[in-house]
């Protein structure tokens, strides 16, 4: 009995009849290809896909950074691929190795939360980072790569950025008080070069520049535009400015600029 089995199976195997081995192999090949066209996830690597042509599946790889996007693949997409903060991979969690090694792209394509200041991330695409901000008080959410409140993000070890224009950081200015005692929650600040200028600290954090219209001065008492009379240090700042003769016109001969006439300048050009 035992010969004749080794004969079929001899007879078998010459006429090309396949053998359970072989079959497996098939079925594995079928499986990547659940229909005879289209795009098909690889069963464990989130970034590997199959493009099926009459059964044939061919393997094929992501952008590094991206992975594949079954829906897009159903959809035929010429690029079925998508960043995995919008794709569940599932439990199909192996990737490709990186293939950058920028500072802000660990890979080529994604968004990267920035390893020090929680407020910000990196949007990468060819390598090529670009910086966002998260609104004040929000940190980056490296599960849903999305800016979200401190609590939800979880993050841990958050360094706060010193962010400066030119020579002004608002160092200090997060608590900052006016001259009556009441917090502001957007202190202003004098530019020491120009009178007319001044900064302004966005949840006492962000710098940016500001300018009073013109006839007025910055007063950093008041955090607010004044007259030039009203602040010592810029009651000349118009003097040499031909727009305001009558402005800085000494009546009583005392030597110093009498201010009792005004004029608007809101419509003056001063070219």
């Not at 044939?56 to 991206?66: A, N």
């Not at 955090?223 to 009379?229: A, L, R, S, V």
Request: charged letters at 20%.
């Amino acid at each position: 009995m035992l010969s004749v089995t080794v004969l079929i199976a001899g007879l078998a195997l010459a006429a090309g009849i396949p053998q359970r081995d072989q079959l497996n192999s098939f079925s594995g090949t079928q499986s990547l290809c659940p229909e005879p066209y289209g795009y098909f996830a690889d069963p464990i690597q989130c970034d590997k896909y199959y493009e099926c042509s009459d059964g044939v599946p061919t393997p094929l790889l992501c952008e590094d950074g991206k992975v594949f996007d079954e829906f897009k693949g159903k959809a035929g997409h010429v690029d079925p691929c998508d960043i995995p903060y919008v794709v569940d991979c599932g439990e199909r969690s192996l990737m490709q190795p990186a293939s950058n090694s920028s500072v802000y792209c660990p890979r080529l394509h994604g968004i990267f939360a920035d390893n020090q200041f929680c407020g910000k991330y990196y949007t990468c695409i060819d390598g090529q980072h670009t910086a966002t901000e998260c609104s004040a008080g929000l940190h980056f959410d490296r599960k849903t790569g999305t800016c979200a409140w401190p609590a939800a993000a979880a993050r841990t070890n958050c360094a706060e950025e010193k962010k400066c224009i030119d020579d002004f950081c608002c160092e200090g200015a997060k608590d900052f008080t006016d001259f009556e005692g009441r917090l502001v929650p957007h202190p202003a600040f004098a530019n020491l070069a120009d009178c007319q200028k001044f900064y302004v600290c966005h949840n006492g954090v962000t710098p940016q520049e500001a300018s009073c219209s013109l006839g007025q001065v910055f007063n950093d008492v008041t955090m607010m535009c004044d007259y030039p009379e009203n602040v010592d240090a810029c009651a000349d700042y118009y003097k040499n400015n031909p727009l305001f003769d009558v402005v800085y016109d000494d009546a009583d001969g005392d030597g110093s600029p009498d201010f009792g006439v005004r004029r608007d300048f809101s419509q003056t050009s001063i070219n």
